[in-house]
T-cell receptor, first 111, second 114 residues
């Protein structure tokens, strides 16, 4: 089925560990986004990309890095995980903005 | 103060009721307004999409935008238990440099009981 696929679905990290979240879309969308969702805070934009090879900071970029080496993939990296990064992470893509398709999310716990 | 405010609820209604969900916002430059539905442990899915002020209807769902009051609403008629979910409002600026970045409300948890 066409859509946005996120891996892994769940992960537990120890403080200081690193990891990469992978987002893949097969809809040939130009724009891709990483959001985090926390209780009472809604969805907040971490980083986004408007095309292959481009990345830009969103509202809450500190502690995260991203890469978009291929159009269909958007990677989110945590270099040194902190408990404050415990959250549900969503990737989304859109053809030229606004009409997002979301992935099913990655639940990350940092202990 | 958050740019987009949404009452988190929870909201509990009987089946068949009319549901009204609302958001207010502070940035008058927002031009695109959306409602997303999110089932438990799933990603949000786009429900309604409107540009500028006015109404849009899709089946049992009606979205209203009042830019003069900076207020948007989503009405659900003949609500069903399958409508039980979290509803998120979202909005964005017009123009290419916004790159479709959305600002979300906190979400309203809705339960429709049989």
């Amino acid at each position: 089925n066409a859509g946005v696929t996120q891996t892994p679905k769940f992960r537990v990290l120890k403080t200081g560990q690193s990891m990469t979240l992978l987002c893949a879309q097969d809809m040939n969308h130009e724009y891709m986004y990483w959001y985090r969702q926390d209780p009472g805070m809604g969805l907040r934009l971490i980083h986004y990309s408007v095309g292959e090879g481009t990345t830009a900071k969103g509202e809450v970029p500190d502690g995260y890095n991203v890469s978009r080496l291929k159009k269909q993939n958007f990677l989110l990296g945590l270099e040194s995980a902190a408990p404050s990064q415990t959250s549900v992470y969503f990737c989304a893509s859109s053809p030229m903005g606004n009409g997002y398709t979301f992935g099913s999310g990655t639940r990350l716990t940092v202990v | 103060q958050k740019e987009v405010e949404q009452d988190p609820g929870p909201l509990s209604v009987p089946e068949g009721a009319i549901v009204s969900l609302n958001c207010t916002y502070s940035n008058s430059a927002f031009q695109y307004f959306m409602w997303y539905r999110q089932y438990s442990r799933k990603g949000p899915e786009l429900l309604m999409y409107t540009y500028s002020s006015g109404n849009k209807e899709d089946g049992r769902f009606t979205a209203q935008v009042d830019k003069s009051s900076k207020y948007i609403s989503l009405f659900i008629r003949d609500s069903q238990p399958s409508d039980s979910a979290t509803y998120l409002c979202a909005m964005s600026l017009a123009g290419g440099t916004s790159y479709g970045k959305l600002t979300f409300g906190q979400g309203t948890i809705l339960t429709v009981h049989p």
